[in-house]
């Protein structure tokens, strides 16, 4: 291994150190609790995960958390109403809508009516916008793009004047990571499922963030020697046995599966300079982030 290991498990739990020291001070110095509002449309059980944790992340760092779970089939005049009952609350500093929403909803307007000084997970228009423009800064930043801007920084990578290459435009993380490392100075190059040479557009980058959602697509002959490699990927493949068929697990009865990133992590890290590993590397970055933004949305709504 040629590559030096960025260890996103390490870095957040400073971040969230950080964070927790914080709001002890300020409830220390009489100031009030951050509280993160939370809303759970449906039961889709990765949905329900990811807000757990983030609820269990808000107790552990001394902070409130406000769950809402509701139906699968809420009206989107029902869910407005809340939002806008969120808005209201002086409890609430940040309000989290877990993504995906429904088909019937309209995700579009509902993010739009969460308050921009309490959108800490940076997705209103608003917020958004101010990302994509030059001399504007936006109050919160999407939690995903900003951990990996942060464990890039964390590792000493330059970022200005650094060619970068994200894979995926997603709203959630491709589109505002490439805002982002625009804002940091990055010449930026977008790639996704319709570019006409993924490899040589990948070979031209000194950072690489992959979130195209397939696994172990980014091969080691894809990464220019020294580049930092920044791996969203979270996949699910199934683990086999010597004879190549499925291990099936004794206790669930169900294939066995190993998580892997959208990088082939063990031909990338004998070329790259730097990289995440999955699990372990941008994962547990975004609750760290959005613990980060919830301490901000409290100190934006003191003033
Ligand atoms: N779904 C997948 N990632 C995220 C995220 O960072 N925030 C929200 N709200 N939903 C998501």
């Keep these: 291994m040629t590559a030096e290991l960025i260890d996103g498990t390490a870095i957040a739990k400073k971040v969230r150190a950080e964070v927790k020291e914080k709001v002890a001070k300020r409830i220390a110095d009489g100031k009030s609790q951050p509280g993160l509002a939370t809303v759970l449309v449906g039961e889709r059980i990765d949905s329900a ?29 029902d869910l407005e109403t809340l939002i806008k009952k969120l808005n209201a609350d002086p409890k609430v500093n940040g309000i989290l809508v877990q993504l995906p929403l429904p088909d019937h909803l309209d995700e579009e307007r509902v993010l739009q009516l969460v308050s921009i000084e309490k959108d800490v997970d940076g997705f209103s228009p608003i917020n958004l916008g101010r990302l994509a423009q030059k001399g504007r800064e936006p109050l919160f930043v999407p939690c995903t793009p900003y951990g990996c801007i942060y464990l890039l920084k964390e590792a000493g990578v330059p970022i200005s004047g650094a060619n970068a290459v994200v894979l995926g435009r997603s709203n959630i993380v491709g589109m505002p990571a490439a805002l982002l490392l625009v804002k940091e100075n990055a010449t930026v190059t977008v790639v996704h499922s319709r570019t006409k040479d993924l490899p040589a557009a990948v070979r031209q980058a000194d950072i690489i963030i992959a979130a195209i959602g397939r696994a172990e697509m980014v091969r080691g002959d894809w990464i220019k020697p020294g580049a930092a490699v920044i791996d969203v990927g979270i996949n699910g493949i199934p683990l086999l046995n010597d004879d190549g068929t499925p291990l099936i697990s004794e206790k669930t009865g169900k294939p066995r599966q190993k998580l892997v990133g959208d990088v082939n992590f063990d031909e990338a890290k004998e070329v790259a300079g730097f990289i995440t590993p999955v699990p372990g590397g941008v994962g547990p970055m975004t609750i760290a982030m959005l613990m980060a933004n919830t301490l901000r949305a409290a100190e934006i709504q003191d003033k």
Excluded: R, W
């Design 49 to 77: 995960t990811y807000v757990n944790m983030k609820q269990k992340a808000c107790a552990e760092l001394g902070m409130t958390s406000f769950h809402h779970p509701v139906s699968s089939d809420i009206t989107q005049e």
